[in-house]
């Protein structure tokens, strides 16, 4: 079985080069903006789209994330509208890949079985679940791998050679490498730290490893791209986001541009990274 | 007899940490190996004689344990029914059952060779607890509260800073104990290599509910002893209040295999069940939260509801997964008390037995004054006094000069 992330990856192998990866909030700052932003992302230069599905506790992001949360759920968003938005998105795109991130909790609450059939339909093609380790693929992983969805998995600076075989296990699409021990949008990492640390896990797997977390400029998503099969900004991109919101924190003229230049800029970096590596 | 019922209700968890469905360990994975390392590191000091002996040394003469069993003669004559004993953790130094949790989990983050301990506080009297043993053991302390638990609860505050810990203000959320433990987990994720998460509470991921269990059950284990002795048997009955429920699963615990003995539980049940409250088995269903699934507050897309209680200590929106599992089971029934009972309970109780309570049991006192007079004379009927009032002094004597409601 094939995805579009397994399809994108092979593709860009072929042209030698590394993915940017993006993440964006579902419905931050409203439905209507966050379909029309992530309508733009692939012609801005994003070669996959990771989505969050917002949470009221999200125990693992900074207060950027936490914010885009907030403010999605305040906007009304759901789960289920998190996938009419997915729905909207493939009406026009049918080869980016889409990856949802999140919490378990409003997945088991829409009920598992369901969730897939209506994720897979909708055209999610991975899932990356943050309280959700190897001890509890029963949950969701290998029923999501059933369905025929990517399970992508977390990898961190903790995740020793002793364990990496069980994390790797049962992960599909791309292994995700989350550079630092922390949250989302707090230190950048290394990028030699991060090379030695994909090559590590490269020794155990061959899929490709993406890098995130701590990734907010063009030179440093190209340096990150230099050592990894992709790079993922998450907070730079929400805090453009938020910073051209009005006073009240609504949408104006300049959200969807402000989050799509600077996706540009960044992809640019990672697509020099390509000619650094020649 | 429901045919699913186990042999015991005492073998949880399972090696997976799951009591029934409820459970597990549901954290990122930067926490794994810490978790895993910690389940081991617990094990081996449970295993290990020196371990129980050096923590019974400090139970004895630095928490002043046993707490003592005491017969409640003004209250049993008030309410003409059963026979009413407190378990006094209200005696224990820093003023309620939270130390024992604390000294058992200092105890291994120093065999883990841990220097920085972080803790949750709603209350502050797990803070209060683990401030307490940082300064005896010389760890760097931090304990994130609400921030609206930092203003109602400020005795506490003061007392955490004088004994040396840095107490941070919760912004996030309701600026109440559920974002204090997101805010933890967030600290700890950031600092896994020299940090110990101290939970106050029998939640979180596994070992934590099992751990914290265990080091709580002393307060079961002496009572059934001390009962014997003042009244040469078990008791009837148990009553304790639940916010996670570390105090009510430390009594019950250790007579869970006795089916003589009836448990109650007692949720805040806040403004009332159909308003603002903080009962999460009356008024919620199973979901994943904090590491573990259990009964939470939550909506329809699975979005965790705020929770409220005029007690700190039982602000939660979630309650403990051995608590759900005691539940769906029906070993334990679960209660709740409002608001409203609850400060009536605080008052009759300084008034009737010299004692003032925490806001914390008074909702178990509360249920008791209506359980104890339809119960015989001779049942035997113990309440775990979990803590002291002197937290509540100035945010109860606001409310009664219908200052703040």
């Known amino acids: 079985m094939t995805t579009r992330i397994d399809a994108r990856f092979a593709e860009l192998a ?67 509208k998190t996938l009419e938005m997915v729905r909207g998105f493939r009406k026009d795109d049918n080869a980016t890949p889409l990856v949802l991130m999140g919490y378990y909790n409003p997945i088991y609450i829409y009920g598992v079985d369901k969730f897939l059939v209506d994720a897979k339909a909708a055209g999610v093609d991975g899932l990356i679940i943050v309280d959700l380790p190897p001890e509890e693929d029963t949950e969701l992983c290998l029923p999501a791998m059933k369905a025929g969805l990517n399970f992508i998995r977390l990898a961190t600076p903790t995740t020793d050679d ?52 701590g990734i907010r400029t063009p030179e440093a998503a190209r340096a990150i791209a230099e050592n990894a099969n992709g790079a993922v900004v998450g907070t730079a991109l929400v805090d453009a986001l938020r910073a051209s919101l009005d006073a009240e924190g609504r949408a104006t003229a300049k959200t969807v541009p402000a989050v799509a230049d600077l996706v540009s800029s960044l992809a640019q970096g990672v697509r020099g990274a390509r000619q650094a590596a020649e | 007899m429901n045919p699913n019922l186990p042999n015991s209700f005492r073998s949880g968890p399972d090696e997976r940490g799951h009591f029934g469905i409820f459970g597990g360990r549901f954290v990122a994975e930067t926490l794994m190996p810490l978790i895993l390392d910690l389940e081991k590191a617990y094990a081996d000091a449970k295993a290990d004689p020196s371990f129980q002996a050096e923590m019974n040394g400090y139970l004895k003469d630095y928490v002043g344990r046993p707490s003592p069993l005491y017969f409640a003669e003004r209250l049993t004559g008030h309410l003409g029914g059963a026979k009413i004993y407190f378990k006094r953790e209200e005696l224990n130094h820093t003023g309620s059952h939270k130390v024992n949790n604390v000294l058992g989990q200092i105890m291994v983050a120093r065999r883990m060779g841990k220097k920085r301990i972080i803790a949750e506080t709603g209350a502050g009297q797990h803070g209060v607890a683990t401030a307490t043993l940082c300064a005896r053991f010389g760890l760097d302390c931090v304990v994130y509260m609400g921030a609206v638990d930092v203003e109602r609860q400020q005795p506490n505050v003061i007392r955490m800073e004088m004994l040396g810990a840095k107490v941070i203000p919760v912004q996030s959320g309701s600026r109440t104990l559920k974002d204090a433990m997101n805010d933890a987990l967030r600290d700890w994720v950031t600092n896994v290599h020299d940090t110990f998460y101290c939970i106050g509470t029998v939640a979180g991921p596994h070992p934590y509910p099992m751990m914290v269990r265990d080091f709580q059950s002393i307060i ?97 929106p979630g309650i403990g997964p051995e608590h759900s599992w005691l539940h769906e089971t029906g070993r334990v029934t679960y209660l709740s008390a409002t608001d409203d009972e609850a400060l009536a309970a605080f008052q009759l109780l300084s008034r009737l037995e010299g004692i003032i309570p925490a806001l914390e049991p008074a909702h178990a006192i509360a249920k008791v004054m209506e359980l104890a007079p339809k119960r015989p004379k001779d049942h035997l009927m113990v309440i775990n006094l979990s803590g002291r009032g002197d937290k509540d002094v100035p945010q109860v004597g606001d409310i009664l000069k219908g200052k703040k409601k």
């Open chain 1, 14 to 80: 072929k042209q030698g080069r590394s993915a940017f990866v993006t993440f964006l909030m579902a419905g931050d700052p409203d439905p209507k903006t966050s379909l029309d932003i992530i309508k733009a992302l692939p012609k801005a230069g994003a070669d996959i789209i990771e989505i969050g599905m917002p949470f009221t506790d999200p125990m693992a992001d900074g207060p950027s994330i936490q914010a885009a949360g907030l403010r999605a759920l305040k906007a009304g968003m759901t789960l289920k």
């Open chain 1, 162 to 213: 002793k364990r990496l075989p069980a994390v790797l296990a049962n992960t599909s699409g791309f292994v995700y490498y989350v550079s630092i021990t922390g949250i989302t949008g707090s230190a950048s990492a290394d990028s030699n730290v991060v090379g030695e640390a994909v090559a590590r896990i490269k020794r155990h797997t061959k899929l490709p490893v993406c890098v995130g977390f």
């Open chain 2, 220 to 316: 079961g284990i002496e009572t059934r002893q001390q009962m014997r002795e003042a009244e040469g048997r078990l008791p009837d009955s148990l009553v304790a209040c639940i916010g996670g429920g570390s105090n009510a699963m430390g009594l019950f615990h250790p007579f869970l295999d006795d089916p003589s003995v009836e448990i109650f539980g007692v949720e805040a049940a806040g403004h009332g069940l159909t308003q603002l409250h903080a009962a999460s088995i009356a008024g919620g269903r199973p979901g994943v939260l904090h590491g573990n699934r259990t009964y939470l507050l939550m909506d329809d897309d699975g979005q965790i509801q705020d929770a409220h209680s005029i007690s700190a200590g039982l602000d939660y």
